[in-house]
């Protein structure tokens, strides 16, 4: 055993002594050590039930011959600090999760590990660090929040950031603003469309890092408790066969992630994430891999934030489960092994099936004939950046630029009633290094549609956005205009071309001239922690991730190097 590192033999004596202070005998020593590491915090229903469910956990531990070594590691909610300053660190806190999750278990030289994660960063930083540390491990999702219920429709976090709009355009007043917020958010669990933390669950699943269906089971659900014990015990059942998560982590495990995100319309943070994990597995893909699962695969599931219904619904309907089936029998996933030791087809097949739902179609029937994003390149982009198919489908756009140097001036202009149907907001000096990290847009976006704008606008942005947008929006541009991509060289008025069936976004602008003059913008932060990623912090194209990764093919070369051969004429240098 790892453990023994740390606890065998006459020169471990003191480190024994500790574990006996803390309430550990000689039999729970010699067991295998396991850590039930967690994100619980008090400051969000995100993560709020995840300590209950740790105890959970460490029961199906005990009882299947190991000993549970708690940690606990910070949380960042995108909910909070959306629009603030502290959202640069939400995407930064990825980074310090999985960090302090290799520290923790690395530190004490433990077996195995089963991780709890809540929200947005902690659920792709548990995969992350289940790559890293490559030891027998499972991961489990809290589970969504009960949807709330205002008007006797259902509500979610995405209704208050849109009411928020319409409260800034007069449409609604003080006390409807106040009604809205009330309602929204009931209990435990987190944000409950098919927002980035349900696309996210549904992706470790996917890549068969948790067991299917325990992670479509609601925060609130009385099967979590339950789910959580029996991840506890299965940890063990892994530790014993040395199952380690670099056998899930296949191209193939993420060639059916992706197909499984666009078939659900789910969260562009996906890509980010994606990518992050396999730098962390050591698996080959790239932004443009994601292209292909998105154009050849139907949005079959109708949720939130372009659908009707909440990820409670989709959990009445089947879950990722029902997802999958739909996949299979339409030959659009490959079979994978998966952290229980049975495949992806198998677990699919055993899950239950609802005889009458309305919330997954088969692939036959789909919502959309293609997934939600497609990746664009062109002279704004060279590097590559994500579009959001999400809003009413349009595969064209065009307009003048209006740029703005930060997401707080975007979003004054906008509840200023300055911007325009056919304007292309542009939003720089936001992405990864530039930010820092990587802020998203939710309370422009939503604002957006709080107007009435969110047809009839476009927003470009070297940052990134919420699940819960929804519009015509592009984010991830890379490079990202502090490390001088051409985002940074548009001026007002420039004429910006956004084109879904050529894959490109452009400008006519002279971006060559205006390079010469152009400076670097000065560093908003000199220390701490911001300051560090700063210095480390890669592409948004290859993840965003402070990993190290070979050198990027010169980014014109590379742009047209990877666009499939039938949209090669839509791609410019």
């Known amino acids: 055993m790892r453990s023994d590192l740390i606890k065998t033999g006459p020169d471990r ?3 024994r002594a500790m574990l006996r202070a803390t309430g550990l005998d000689d039999a729970a020593i010699a067991k295998p050590l396991v850590a039930v590491v967690h994100t619980w915090s008090n400051v969000s229903p995100c993560n709020l039930n995840l300590r209950e469910l740790a105890e959970h956990v460490a029961e199906g531990i005990h009882a299947a011959g190991g000993t549970p070594i708690e940690f606990n590691t910070i949380a960042v909610t995108d909910g909070i600090a959306m629009g603030t300053p502290g959202m640069r660190a939400s995407l930064i806190s990825r980074e310090v999760i999985t ?27 548990a995969a992350m660090a289940m790559a890293r540390l490559n030891i027998p491990s499972v991961a489990l999702y809290g589970g969504t929040i009960a ?29 409807e603003l106040t009604s809205v917020e009330r309602d929204a958010c009931p209990g435990a669990g987190a944000c409950g469309g098919q927002f980035t933390a349900n696309t996210m669950a549904m992706v470790l699943t996917t890549l068969g890092l948790s067991p299917m269906g325990f992670n479509d089971i609601p925060a609130t659900h009385p099967a979590k408790a339950a789910a959580a014990r029996r991840c506890g015990e299965l940890v063990m059942d892994c530790l014993r066969e040395n199952r380690t998560p670099r056998e899930f982590l296949s191209e193939t495990a993420f060639r059916n992630a992706t ?28 932004l443009e891999d994601f292209e292909p699962a998105s154009k050849h695969t139907p949005v079959i599931a109708d949720l939130l934030p372009g659908g009707r219904y909440t990820a409670v619904e989709m959990f009445g309907a089947g879950g ?49 004939p293609r997934g939600g994003y497609s990746i664009l390149y062109g002279n704004l982009a060279p590097e590559g950046c994500i579009l959001k198919l999400a809003g009413k489908g349009a595969n064209h756009f065009e307009g003048r630029a209006r740029v703005f140097e930060s997401e707080e001036q ?9 911007i325009e149907k056919g304007d292309v907001i542009v939003i ?16 422009v976006t939503a604002a957006l549609i709080g107007r009435g704008l969110g047809d009839d606008v476009a927003l470009i942005t070297d940052g990134r956005f919420s699940g819960a947008t929804h519009g015509y929006m592009v984010g991830h541009i890379a490079p990202e205009a502090a490390r001088g991509g ?64 070979a050198p990027r093919v010169p980014s014109a070369s590379s742009a047209s190097k990877h666009v499939n051969e039938d949209t090669t004429a839509g791609v410019t240098a």
């Open 410 to 418: 975007a979003f004054a202009a906008v509840q200023g009633g300055t």
């Open 259 to 286: 197909r499984m995100v666009a078939a659900t319309a789910g969260s562009t943070n996906a890509v980010l994430h994606l990518l992050a994990i396999a730098r962390e597995a050591g698996t080959r893909w790239t």
């Open 13 to 15: 004596a003191p480190a």
């Open 320 to 368: 990722s489960a029902r997802v999958a089936q739909e996949l299979i029998a339409a030959g659009m996933l490959d079979d994978a092994p998966t952290v229980t030791g049975r495949s992806l087809f198998v677990e699919a097949a055993a899950a239950p099936r609802a005889d009458t739902q309305d919330v997954v179609h088969p692939v036959t029937q789909p919502l959309k």
């Open 428 to 443: 720089r000096n936001e992405g990864p290094a530039g930010g820092p990290g990587m802020r998203e847009m939710l309370g």
């Open 99 to 125: 960090d302090s999750i290799e520290l923790a278990v690395d530190g004490h030289c433990l077996d195995a590990m089963v991780v709890l994660c809540g929200c947005d960063k902690t659920i792709p930083a």
């Open 486 to 549: 051409p985002i940074a060289l548009l001026h007002e008025g420039d004429r910006i071309r956004i084109d879904a069936d050529t894959r490109e976004i452009s400008t006519t602008a002279d971006l060559a001239t205006r390079r010469a003059s152009w400076q670097p913008p000065a560093p908003k932060v000199t220390r701490g922690a911001l300051a560090k990623y700063v210095s480390l912090v890669g592409s948004a194209s290859d993840g965003a991730t402070t990993q190290p990764i």
């Open 147 to 175: 949807h709330g219920t205002h008007d006797n429709h259902p509500i979610t976090i995405q209704q208050v950031f849109e009411a928020v709009g319409a409260h800034g355009a007069g449409k609604i007043d003080d006390a």
